[in-house]
């Protein structure tokens, strides 16, 4: 895995990919990549600027957690909604004190958990780096609860045609995507990543949440697996349980893509080395 510190600020990682992955860039073999940690690639750690950790204290246990578990890089992911202001600027400042906290246990990247509203998709098409992960072509987006823009599909084409490849975060929990599970495979099919938290595979958020992670790995359409972390006690940062209930379900070569490779290559900017069959 390319390790990306955050004390110098945020080093810039530049690959052009589309959401089809047309790229004359070579995914790292899988076989290499498995051997790497766990990598969490959506994770509330940065303090008191969202509704994720409340203080450098909180943050420090929540790293002490993730240590534990074995996971060694982390991305900051704080909201960009209505509720949550994102300043890329401010929060990159704050990643060398995130390193320090750590006390160098753990690599830190910048990215942003990106409610796709209206607002928020001018801005990123004007901008699409400002939001994606350590400025790679990969970007987490967040539907809301109840409703998905229409125009949905055009947006996600533009963003391609930019060479940003949208990550469609927890799509298990997203009350619209749990009445209609075919919009995931949709979104799949046209290029979107699938990433899928970690304790919805354990039932933290309820039977039918755990059933549609199921019913997605099942399908193949599960490309990554992240914490969501918000705490240290209650939405720890913790990616092993999932691991190892999605090893049952499929295979151990899948689990640690899931939670190893893929969001090791994202981290760096690279293709995925897994790519689900999307059955």
């Not at 045609?161 to 927890?170: K, R, S």
Request: glycine share 6%; proline share 6%.
């Amino acid at each position: 895995m390319t390790k990306v510190l955050a004390r110098d600020g945020e080093n810039k990682i530049s690959a052009r990919h589309s959401g089809r992955l047309r790229t004359g860039l070579k995914a790292p073999p899988l076989e290499h990549t498995l051997c790497s940690s766990m990598v969490d690639i959506h994770c509330h750690i940065l303090p008191a600027v969202d509704d994720g950790s409340k203080s450098w204290e909180m943050t420090a246990e929540m790293c002490r957690v993730a240590i534990a578990d074995g996971i060694t890089h982390i991305v900051a992911t704080p909201h960009c909604n209505p509720d949550f202001l994102y300043d890329r600027d401010h929060l990159a400042e704050m990643m060398g004190d995130l390193y320090d906290v750590a006390c160098g246990q753990l690599t830190f990247s910048l990215g942003c958990d990106f409610h796709f509203s209206s607002d928020n998709i001018r801005d990123v098409l004007n901008d699409p780096h400002r939001y994606t992960i350590h400025e790679s072509n990969y970007l987490l987006v967040e539907f809301a609860d109840f409703g998905i823009n229409p125009e949905v599909t055009r947006h996600l084409e533009e963003l391609g045609i930019l060479g940003i490849v949208p990550v469609i975060t927890h799509p298990e929990r997203n009350p619209m995507m749990l009445r209609h599970p075919q919009l995931v495979l949709d979104l799949a099919q046209q290029g979107c990543v699938v990433q899928v938290t970690a304790n919805s595979f354990l039932g933290f958020w309820g039977s039918q949440s755990q059933k549609m992670a199921e019913w997605l790995l099942k399908r193949e359409t599960i490309h990554v697996i992240a914490t969501d972390a918000h705490d240290p006690s209650r939405r720890r940062p913790i990616l092993s349980d999932a691991r190892d209930r999605v090893a049952k379900l499929t295979t151990g070569e899948i689990a640690q893509a899931l939670v190893k490779a893929n969001p090791a290559a994202m981290v760096a900017g690279l293709p995925l080395p897994y790519r689900p069959a999307l059955r």
